[in-house]
């Protein structure tokens, strides 16, 4: 039995949060692209999953020494789509957790947050262009017999409402980041 749904998640700890509360129901995460999650019945609360944010794209020959590293350590790779990858581990085998160091946490929530940001502008650039042709298409039909302009608002507010989405877990990415790099010297220290 497989289901798929539909979900746009901007912030990947949100996103983990969430997958680990699906698999804790039974449903295990298969296949992912551009918003659809495919999942299959499985054995409620057998994996454990992670999300990261790799530095090279998907088909980037750079990433495969990294991803057989995680694979070795008993993880495996569910799916991977544009930068971003979902592991997996059977609960099992104890805690699983991507980066084990405070180091590679740091550099995890930096790139995060400057992937996010140009996303983000991306979307506000798409946002300013529509609302810049609604005014052009409500200036050149004064008639007001039809409304060529309204999929231009709508695009316009669209395009804001998810460049702020993205914005806000850019944000809290960077703030983690912040946060981390200030305990920096502290959290060595203890180890």
Known sequence: MTKRVFKLIYDFEKAETWLN???????MMESFHFGLFKFSKGVPGEYTYRVELLPHPAWSNA???YLQFVEETGAELVAIWAKWAVYRRKSCDGGFDVYTDISSRIAHYRRVSRFLIFFCLVEW???????YSSVNALASNRSGADYPYIPYILLFLLGVLVGALIFRAARRSHQKYIRLK???PFLECDI
């Open 21 to 27: 509360e699906i698999a804790s129901q039974g449903w």
């Open 63 to 65: 990433n495969k020494p």
């Open 125 to 131: 650039a798409v946002a300013l262009l529509a609302g």
């Open 182 to 184: 200030k305990e920096e």
